[in-house]
């Protein structure tokens, strides 16, 4: 991390403690911050939830989480138990008003104990819907009232389920505490790799140049997932790829990928470049649905000799549901950087890998000279590798040795396993950080989802009324409907077939 000050002391809440999240992901974080010393002087955890724990058995639980999901190598044990003695828990309804005046004076209690201000952020790791609710209680006493100390409350998505509600949790939110107090994660914004794309745009001369239609042939963006829905039937049937993944995480990197140089790293500036980019997104209009997007579903396969169940056959997902694991949206940006120039965007489950990369299509040479390999496909293209195998490519092409002058197109690439042993920090570790500090850069502002919602709306819509609209079936294991390669304009062009192997593409790719 850039900047290595410590934040002030505070007392971080989180409803849902007994939950996966808190175990897998934001305890272990927390830890990693304590092993480089970036947690507060005086900090203190409270878990809360339903499941009745004894501050001893909760500190066991997270111990044992640490040793489990920490990504520190030998985590010092010495020092989890240190940690982990800053770890309490308090039983609670979360729906009960009094429950919060106890945890009010239980928090104070501990903030005197520590010697601490009445700093308080709040981590709703819960169901969704419980999000109004407990900002309401936390306002009914004061608890979001500012005055002896901050008071953050950070939020996961899903944030709302459509424009309609996205909106109404937003103004509910707000009439109880204000939009700087609020943090939504979009965990993609913490990952190192999404933040390298400005980087990598606006520190480097080079590529500005070139980064506008006058250059790019076209954009594509991937983030696919070898997994299945796991034990989450239950929360995806009624989500889908389009509201699980593209609405936030892969609208986000369009965003970074298509917005202006921001005038400071400041967080509103930044957010604001991303909001106009969104802003500008030509609508796909509820007609144009059956032309720009590409639905699908997995069934069951065989996968390394393994069987996998076909979607409707995971658990709590409906026998006949009509919910995409796949989906891919060709649309255009309305702006004189980027008019004209298609982008393309595909997630997906149970495709034959895990990754998550940008491609740049530059354009080809007004004028070929030389016979190529590739024949007829664009020559240069920047990959920016977001996981694994984190790096950036650029392909291009090259003499061949020998006589005549045949052109091969060959790799350049930088991989961040090369920056020896700086170790990537994860997503929650940086976004925790950032919570810590009042930095809101990464997090998702009110009017970014709004406007995200709005253009994922029409095909919500046209999906939902129009039943003719086809939802196609792809084996488990591979890249998705093959249609989905229509949506791509240009004379036998296809979506990259990324390998895990940043260097390496085809369908066919090592195991
Ligand atoms: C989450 C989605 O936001 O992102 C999951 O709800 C998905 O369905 C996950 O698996 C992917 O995250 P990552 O970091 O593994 O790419």
């Not at 299945?228 to 699980?244: F, H, P, Q």
């Not at 069951?300 to 009509?322: H, L, Q």
Request: glycine letters at 6%; charged letters at 25%.
């Amino acid at each position: 991390m850039n900047v290595m000050e410590k934040p002030d002391n505070l007392i971080l809440v989180i409803f849902g403690a007994s939950g996966d999240l808190t175990s897998r992901k934001l305890i272990p974080a927390l830890f990693s911050l304590k092993v480089q010393k970036l947690l507060p002087d005086k900090f203190a955890v409270i878990g809360c939830g339903r499941t009745e724990y004894s501050d001893e058995n909760f500190r066991n639980k997270m111990k044992e989480s640490i040793l489990s999901f920490s990504e520190e190598k030998n985590p010092d044990k010495v020092l989890i138990d240190e940690f982990t003695r800053t770890l309490h828990y308090f039983p609670i309804d979360s729906s009960n008003e009094s429950d919060y005046k106890k945890l009010k004076e239980k928090l104070y209690e501990i903030a005197k104990e520590l010697d601490s201000p009445a700093n308080f952020i709040f981590y709703m790791a819960t169901p969704p819907s419980m999000y109004s609710g407990i900002a309401e209680n936390l306002h009914a006493v004061q608890l979001a009232d500012q005055q002896e100390g901050f008071r953050r409350l950070i939020i996961e998505k899903p944030f709302g389920y459509d424009l309609v509600s996205g909106r109404e949790l937003n103004r509910k939110l707000h009439e109880l505490i204000t939009e700087d107090q609020i943090y939504r994660i979009d965990h993609y914004l913490g990952k190192e790799t999404v933040q390298n794309v400005l980087v990598t745009r606006f520190a480097n001369g080079i590529f500005e140049p070139l980064w506008n239609r006058n250059y790019i042939h076209r954009v594509e963006i991937t983030s696919a997932e070898s997994i299945g829905v796991e034990e989450r039937g239950g929360y995806y049937d009624s989500s889908g790829a389009l509201r699980d993944m593209v609405q936030n995480h892969l609208l986000q990197m369009v965003g970074l990928t298509a917005m202006e140089p921001p005038s400071s790293l400041e967080s509103n500036s930044i957010r604001n470049e991303v909001l106009k980019v969104l802003q500008s997104l030509q609508p796909v209009s509820e007609e144009d649905v059956a032309k720009k997007v590409i639905r699908g579903q997995y069934t069951g396969s065989t996968i390394r000799g393994v069987c996998v169940p076909g979607y409707r056959y995971e658990n709590d997902v409906a026998k006949d549901s009509r919910t995409e694991t796949y989906v891919a949206i060709k649309f255009f940006i309305n702006n004189w950087r980027w008019g004209g120039v298609p982008f393309y965007i595909r997630t997906g489950k149970r495709l034959p890998t895990r990754v998550t990369e940008i491609v740049i299509h530059f354009k080809k040479t007004p004028h070929h000279l030389f016979q190529r390999e590739s024949g007829n496909l664009t020559s240069n293209q920047l990959i920016i590798r977001i996981q694994p195998d984190e790096g950036i490519l650029m392909k291009f092409d090259m003499k061949e040795p020998g006589a005549g002058f045949n052109v091969k197109n060959v790799n350049m690439d930088f991989h961040y396993t090369d920056l020896a042993d700086i170790r990537v920090p994860s997503a929650y570790e940086r976004l925790l950080y950032d919570v810590m500090t009042g930095d809101s850069t990464l997090f998702s502002r009110d009017d970014v989802v709004e406007t995200a919602w709005k253009f994922v709306e029409p095909i919500q819509k046209a999906w939902a009324n129009k039943p003719e609209l086809k939802i196609y079936g792809y084996p488990a294991g591979t890249w998705g409907p093959s249609v989905s390669n229509d949506l791509i304009e240009g004379c036998g062009l296809t979506w990259r077939y990324p390998c895990k192997n940043l260097s390496d593409d085809g369908l066919y790719c090592e195991l």
